[in-house]
């Protein structure tokens, strides 16, 4: 099979593998759609090392179709479509313990100590399948979208530690894929008005056709000044920054309200380190908070929202390649001239 295999920093491109043998207690997914997220260019670019193997094949935004089932698993045919959760906490650690198994020391995942997405078949792991990640999908779901059930429920998660409710002001900075699901889900949460700040046109005009109540092009507007109109003076409620721009959140904090809270949902470029103005935190009583991952129960409420509708999916996928042409996809991911780039086989 085709597989575009990671050797190191840099140096990827599809290669013949064998297609994967699978245990009695695991499942051969015939893959069907798999996104580039931004970690995978990361790691693809070896600024993110941590849990990632050479060689391996990389990508944890997938979906696809049951080619072989294991004599010892329940429940699931060949021929069933289904989007597979990744990551695979252990339980019994003092963060999953603590209820934060997104956070899971031990944590396990497709697509870093499981090869992942970016081949024509995928080995789905006996202790994913009895973990309850993976998820059927109906028919009228397509593939795209049941591949981006994964960085959806990243949002729910980054939703939830920022707190967002009904009547809450909030503010998007950065509206790539990321930033147009927390914009999706801020309306569904009850938000009184969803402020969208964005550079590029194209993301801008997205933005505005998912529902933002305002679109801010921060090179030529007054992000500050546009804020203060709309919150009577008084700043945002919640602030979801997703992009990872160090320099951005000194002036991004000064954004919030008095007890507001600032999630940092990006990764953040670089070592991540900036200058702030601490007592904007300390005399605001600003709560920042990051997010990381996902829990299964952020999974199973992304797919029931993509299977209901409620959140457009479909409308985030710009560029579809084959995996042939996965250094075209790369080109459109560093480019930025798109939103989701998805791998078909
Ligand atoms: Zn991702
Ligand atoms: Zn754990």
Known sequence: MRAVVLRGPNQFAPEDIPVPEIGNDEIL??????AIC????RILTGKKTKGVRYPSVIGHEFCGIIAKVGSDVKGYEVGEKVAVANVIPCHHCSSCL????????NRK??????????????????????????????????????ALIEPLSCCIRGLRNAGTGFNDDVLIVGAGPIGLFHLQLAKIAGARKVIVSEPNEQRRKVAAELGADIVVDPMNENLEEIVKRETNGLGMDVIVMAIGVPPLVNPTLKLCKKGGTVNLFAGFAGTGECKIEVNTIHYNEINVNGSTAYKLEDYLAAAEMIKSGKIDADKIVTHKFKIEDFQKAYDVCVAGTGLKVVIEP
């Open 38 to 41: 931004g970690t995978d260019m």
């Open 109 to 146: 995942a497709i697509g870093y100590e499981f090869d992942g997405g970016f081949e024509e078949y995928i080995r789905i792991p006996g202790i994913c399948i009895e973990n309850g990640n993976v998820v059927k999908l109906p028919d009228h779901v397509s593939f795209a979208a049941g």
């Open 98 to 105: 603590h209820g934060r198994t997104n956070a899971c020391l």
């Open 29 to 34: 997914l015939e893959m069907k759609a798999a």
